[in-house]
């Protein structure tokens, strides 16, 4: 089953501890590339994290969003001694030096910038660890079920256009006889409306319809096309990363049409060529989201 790189994915879940969400969105991109936004108390998990994603991911841009609300978090104050000293004494001197009555009061002093701050009591890393995985298993879980579930419905539209190019084909190749029939015949006429009753050699018309036939004979071009649309409807069974190969099978399909187009002098044939290369443009556009 084919993958897209669009999708998105959620989960949360909460604990003694506290609750813990987190968002998935991936977006096509031509390589992997992985962000993830957390909070600074959980930086410590972000390469874990990233590899957890790296598991279910081959290609694509993905932007992980882990948020972490802790339940009765309680805060560290710290008190910054040296410098509630410092403070003190510069009031006192200035309060000496401009004869100033007034007294300096606790509050005032503990409203000084900081003279006590606070910090965050450090969480229990295993604890969080226990809490936070389970919760991105189901994100990537959820996330992946929709890029399986775009995958099908790309899978489907490539095939009806593999199949549209495949059915083309064979016209041009199964109208081969019938264009060379007509250009001998036109060839006929056109010698017989120059010569004015002048003897035809049969056998130099015949040698010329067999140059013609074989300089638009495109079996070879049919035959690799009908290769590469095998190989493509393979790999969209092989359940891989298939993006880029499929890059490379869009790239020899065109050569193909575009050398079949070329062989033809036959209107016909040229707005087959001309269908094919629009299939064959929008299956490169839907594979760009593949991964």
């Known amino acids: 089953m084919i993958k897209s790189m669009t999708g998105y994915g959620r989960a949360s879940s909460a604990s003694t501890m506290g609750e813990i969400t987190i968002e998935i969105k991936s977006v096509n991109h031509r390589f992997r590339d992985i962000s993830a936004k957390l909070p600074p108390k959980l930086a410590f998990l972000d390469s874990q994290i990233r590899k ?17 609300d802790k339940k009765g978090e309680a805060l560290a104050l710290e008190v910054n001694l040296p410098l509630a000293r410092e403070y003190y004494r510069a009031i006192s001197s200035l309060k000496e030096e401009l004869a100033v009555e007034s007294n300096i009061t606790l509050s005032e002093l503990a409203s000084v910038k900081d003279i006590i701050k606070s910090s965050d009591v ?36 490539l095939l009806d256009r593999l199949s ?3 059915s083309l084909s064979g016209e041009i190749e199964a109208g081969q006889p019938e264009q060379t029939r007509l250009y001998a015949d036109k060839l006929i006429k056109r010698i017989g409306e120059l010569s ?7 056998s130099r018309i015949t ?3 067999a140059i013609m036939a074989e300089k638009s004979d495109v079996t070879e071009e049919v035959v690799r096309l009908d290769s590469h649309l095998k190989q493509f409807r393979e790999l969209l069974d092989s359940g891989e990363s298939i993006g880029r190969k499929l890059d490379f099978l869009i790239q020899e399909m065109n050569r193909e049409v575009n050398t079949i187009g070329s062989k033809s002098n036959d209107a016909g044939i040229s707005r087959k ?19």
């Open 52 to 68: 957890e994603i790296e598991k279910v991911v081959m290609r694509g841009k993905v932007d992980t969003f882990i948020s972490f």
């Open 122 to 157: 450090p969480v229990d890393e295993a604890s969080v660890k226990n809490l936070l995985f389970p919760v991105l298993s189901q994100a990537l879980a959820s996330l992946d079920e929709m890029r399986l579930k775009e995958g099908e419905t790309l899978k489907r539209d």
């Open 164 to 166: 549209a190019i495949g």
């Open 196 to 202: 004015e009753g002048i003897e035809i050699d049969e």
């Open 207 to 209: 040698q010329e319809v």
């Open 273 to 291: 060529v001309v269908e094919m290369k629009a299939e064959i443009e929008k299956i490169r556009e839907q594979v760009q989201n593949i991964e």
